[in-house]
């Protein structure tokens, strides 16, 4: 017995993955974002920043990607969105980590008035 997928469910099936991937990591970065609070200390108020730039980062290079595609609905298309999907995650991680200081420290500095927490 065999079972073969036809490209339309090979589509939904990757699209599936895809939605289900950004959910956890928007859903991952909310999370951190949310759990932030006055007793919060300056490590995780920074890690939950660059979480939360990172996954910006990612969306802008997502939204480049796509404006950058042509029309291919080939199999390998799919596979390959999917891998620079992988990617785009690797390189945001890395452009905050090499570049993010600033806007992170920016961000850590307003979160520390909202919650009214001294920092050093």
């Known amino acids: 017995m065999s079972i073969s997928i036809n490209d339309s469910m090979y589509n939904y099936l990757t699209q599936t993955a895809r939605n289900a991937n950004n959910s956890a990591s928007a859903g991952a970065?909310?999370?951190k974002i949310?759990?932030?609070n006055e007793n919060s200390s300056e490590e995780e108020m920074k890690q939950a920043i660059k979480d939360f730039e990172s996954y910006f980062v990612e969306q802008?290079?997502?939204?480049v990607r796509e404006s950058l595609k042509d029309d291919d609905d080939s199999s390998n298309a799919q596979l390959t969105d999917f891998f620079m999907e992988q990617v785009g995650q690797k390189i945001a991680d890395q452009m905050v980590d090499q570049t993010g200081e600033r806007l992170t420290q920016t961000l850590y500095e307003q979160m520390c008035r909202n919650y009214n927490i001294k920092n050093e």
């Open 34 to 36: 949310g759990n932030i």
């Open 29 to 31: 970065v909310n999370n």
């Open 60 to 63: 802008i290079l997502k939204n």
